[in-house]
T-cell receptor, first 116, second 113 residues
Framework: GAVVSQHPSRVICKSGTSVKIECRSL??????MFWYRQFPKQSLMLMAT?????????EQGVEKDKFLINHASLTLSTLTVTSAHPEDSSFYIC????????????FGQGTRLTVV | DQQVKQNSPSLSVQEGRISILNCDYT??????FLWYKKYPAEGPTFLIS?????DKNEDGRFTVFLNKSAKHLSLHIVPSQPGDSAVYFC????????????FGTGTRLTVIP
């Protein structure tokens, strides 16, 4: 299957700092990438849809100024958590869509963010 | 509001027996359902899907059953193998091209050799 690489896998940062998470499709071009968040004992929740060359579409309740998404190329999308707070500690995971259907979206390994 | 529910957080099955993972949903607009498998330190990988026009889809050892009236689907793995040990997520969407997948919380399957 297609490969999506997410980096870093774990990060600890101080409250008030910013953290950037990268999502790369290694062997295909992805016009659309998705960012999810998962809190403990909860399900993956879509945060935003990222389209190459255009602004991301954020889900209701997700602050676009806090979670900056950049999709500057067909193989790379980044999520920057700005001014992180302990409540932002979560598991963040991206997926990149290779084809037109959901089944053709491939997930990265995820990033465990801990804000102290 | 959890629109997709997996009420069993874990399941243990003997090797060679059948594993049955269950999933319930509340939104009647969902018409496409997927199962993902996730190993530790890896992202979820697509396993099998089913459209609401069907009530069964089979792929090798994996079969997904859909009961629309009960808003319930299940994944059957037979025979179960130790390599099937993983977390299984159920997901649903309205349409195959929808940008929004709703996930369950996952069921950890352990297949005992």
């Amino acid at each position: 299957g297609a490969v999506v690489s997410q980096h870093p896998s774990r990060v600890i940062c101080k409250s008030g700092t910013s953290v950037k998470i990268e999502c790369r499709s290694l062997d295909f071009q992805a016009t659309t990438m998705f960012w999810y968040r998962q809190f403990p004992k909860q399900s993956l929740m879509l945060m935003a849809t990222s389209n190459e060359g255009s602004k991301a579409t954020y889900e209701q309740g997700v602050e676009k100024d806090k979670f900056l998404i950049n999709h500057a190329s067909l193989t790379l999308s980044t999520l920057t958590v700005t001014s992180a707070h302990p409540e932002d500690s979560s598991f963040y995971i991206c997926s990149a869509q290779m084809g037109g259907t959901i089944a053709e979206a491939f997930f990265g390994q995820g990033t465990r963010l801990t804000v102290v | 509001d959890q629109q997709v529910k997996q009420n069993s957080p874990s399941l243990s099955v003997q090797e060679g027996r059948i594993s049955i993972l269950n999933c319930d949903y509340t939104n009647s607009m969902f018409d496409y359902f997927l199962w993902y498998k996730k190993y530790p330190a890896e992202g979820p990988t697509f396993l099998i899907s089913i459209s609401s026009i069907k009530d069964k889809n089979e792929d090798g050892r994996f079969t997904v059953f859909l009961n629309k009236s009960a808003k319930h689907l299940s994944l059957h793995i037979v025979p179960s193998q130790p390599g099937d040990s993983a977390v299984y997520f159920c997901a649903a969407s309205a349409g195959t091209g929808a940008n929004n997948l709703f996930f369950g919380t996952g069921t950890r399957l352990t297949v005992i050799p």
